[in-house]
T-cell receptor, first 110, second 112 residues
């Protein structure tokens, strides 16, 4: 069965810390892996990864995919309270199906 | 914002009643999706559409039907709501199936 597993399920850090969120996947016909950030409402898109070993970066956030070991990580450096959210990863397989993990709830304390 | 409006934003109804949720987009995107989000399960795909009158089932389609008569509107119907369908429902759109999906703000549905 196709599935996506995120770890940890929740994480509490202090401002300035660096965090690493993990996402492992088992999807047939894998196409890409996506990361989203969800605060109070809609998940907002962060990264889409299709190739192994190529880091995607946006400000303090970065992500990389390992297609051999079937996992991805999302790094956040110098965390801020505004980074507090649920981070979702999803494996896209076939053309129109995305399988989401349960999410990692990140809390950044001042 | 990606130009997606979901309505209603909140709804409380009783078991056995029909419920229709609406997703309206102003982006003229071809692909539209309905997901439900429940604690411990993340987002799960209910149905999706790849064009007007073209729809297909997702992972958790039982008890739901959809319709798309216009590019901009995608309707999700619960013919006879059950308490297990209490959830937050999200609509998503994308212009190409291999591009990121963008989400609406969700509809919180409670079935008593």
């Amino acid at each position: 069965e196709d599935k996506v597993v995120q770890s940890p399920l929740s994480l509490v850090v202090h401002e300035g810390d660096t965090v690493t969120l993990n996402c492992s996947y088992e999807v047939t016909n894998f196409r890409s892996l996506l990361w989203y950030k969800q605060e109070k409402k809609a998940p907002t898109f962060l990264f889409m990864l299709t190739s192994s070993g190529i880091e995607k970066k946006s400000g303090r956030l970065s992500s990389i995919l390992d297609k051999k070991e079937l996992f991805s990580i999302l790094n956040i450096t110098a965390t801020q309270t505004g980074d507090s959210a649920i981070y979702l990863c999803a494996g896209r397989y076939n053309n129109n199906d995305m399988r989401f993990g349960a999410g990692t709830r990140l809390t950044v304390k001042p | 914002d990606a130009g997606i409006t979901q309505s209603p934003r909140h709804k409380v109804t009783e078991t056995g009643t029909p419920v229709t949720l609406r997703c309206h987009q102003t982006e003229n995107h071809r692909y539209m999706y309905w997901y439900r989000q429940d604690p411990g399960h993340g987002l799960r795909l209910i149905h999706y559409s790849y064009g007007v009158k073209d729809t297909d089932k997702g992972e958790v389609s039982d008890g739901y039907s959809v319709s798309r008569s216009k590019t901009e509107d995608f309707l999700l119907t619960l013919e006879s709501a059950t308490s297990s369908q209490t959830s937050v429902y999200f609509c998503a759109i994308t212009s190409q199936y291999n591009q990121p999906q963008h989400f609406g703000d969700g509809t919180r549905l409670s079935i008593l």
